[in-house]
C-alpha cells in the first residue's frame, strides 16, 4: 500500500484540515540495542547524564532531518556518525530506506521539543512534503502560507535533545536544527552547548530570529553567523555578536520576503 492510499484509508477532514485518524507509531534505523533500550526507558536514558558525557568529534545531529538530504553535505564536513531526527511520516520512509545499509547513521521519528514523552499535533502538507511544522503559526508565513494546499494533521512523539544525547551515549560535535518555526522549543530541551549548533532563520520573523541566537547564547556561544539560503561559513567568515545578529534580522526583515531572505545562524 502507498503511502497516499494509506493516509485516504484514515483521513477525515475538518475545515480546510485533513486529520490522520492513527495513533503515533515509532519508527527508527540504525540504533544498537543498547541505545533502543534507553529510547524506550526515560529511566535508562537518566542514568546518562548529559554534562558527564564526552564530545564525540565525529558526531553530528540533523534535526528535522527531511528526507536525509543534509547528510551528504554534514558527511563533506568531516561528520562520520550522523543522527536524524525527522517527525514528518510522508519522508521517514524515504529517510529510513536511505539509512538501511548505514552502518554508522541513524534515524528516529520524533519531534524535538523541550518536553519528554508528549504526543503533539504535526503539519504536514500532502502534496508539498517538505512543508511541515510543529508551529501552527508557521503555516502563516507569508512565504510558505500559499504552499499550504492540502495539509494533513498527525500526531507525533516529543524527544527532548538531552534526552536524545543520553539515548545515543555521546555529545554531538555539531547539532544542525531545521524544524520550521519549533527552534524556540528544541533549544529550550538542550542545556549543554555542542562546539557548533546552526538553526534557520526566516525574514518574516526577526523577533524568534533574535529569540534562537539569545537562546544560543545562553547555552554559551558568543559569536554568529547568520548565512543566506544553504551556504556555510569558511574560516574568514566574519562572526557577529548576539547584537549585531539581531540587527541584522531587523534590516533584512525591512527589505522584505524575497530570495535571500532567509538561512541558517551558525554559533560559536
Not at 8 to 23: A, E, K, N, Q, T
Not at 34 to 42: F, K, T, V
Not at 209 to 217: I, Q, T
Amino acid at each position: 500500500m502507498s503511502i497516499r492510499q494509506a493516509i485516504d484509508r484514515h483521513l477525515s477532514r475538518v475545515g480546510s484540515f485533513i486529520y490522520l485518524r492513527l495513533p503515533f507509531k515509532p519508527e527508527h534505523v540504525g540504533l544498537t540495542e543498547e541505545q533502543l533500550g534507553r529510547l524506550a526507558s526515560p529511566d535508562a536514558a537518566d542514568a546518562f547524564q548529559v554534562p558527564a558525557l564526552p564530545v564525540d568529534p565525529s558526531l553530528a545531529f540533523d534535526i528535522g532531518a527531511y528526507s536525509g538530504n543534509s547528510i551528504e553535505r554534514l558527511e563533506s564536513l568531516g561528520y562520520s556518525k550522523i543522527i536524524c531526527l525527522e517527525a514528518n511520516p510522508l519522508v521517514f520512509r524515504t529517510l529510513r530506506r536511505k539509512l538501511r545499509h548505514s552502518r554508522t547513521h541513524a534515524a528516529i521519528r520524533r519531534a524535538a521539543s523541550d518536553i519528554d514523552g508528549e504526543d503533539i499535533s504535526f503539519v504536514v502538507d500532502v502534496n508539498h512534503p517538505w512543508l511541515s511544522t510543529a508551529d501552527p503559526t508557521w503555516m502563516t508565513n507569508p512565504r510558505h502560507a500559499p504552499l499550504f494546499t492540502q495539509t494533513l494533521s498527525v500526531r507525533a512523539n516529543t524527544i527532548t535533545l538531552d534526552s536524545l544525547i543520553s539515548v545515543i551515549g555521546s555529545m554531538p560535535s555539531y547539532i544542525k536544527i531545521d524544524v520550521e518555526g519549533y527552534e524556540p522549543a528544541v533549544l529550550r530541551g538542550l542545556s549543554r552547548r555542542p562546539k557548533i549548533l546552526s538553526f534557520e532563520w526566516v525574514s518574516e520573523s526577526p523577533a524568534r530570529n533574535c529569540d534562537n541566537v539569545l537562546g544560543a547564547e545562553r547555552l554559551g556561544f558568543t559569536q554568529f553567523t547568520p548565512m543566506v539560503e544553504e551556504e556555510a561559513p569558511s574560516a574568514n567568515t566574519p562572526r557577529m555578536t548576539s547584537t549585531d545578529c539581531c540587527t541584522y534580522f531587523h534590516q533584512v526583515s525591512l527589505r522584505g520576503s524575497r530570495k535571500g531572505g532567509w538561512g541558517n545562524v551558525w554559533c560559536w
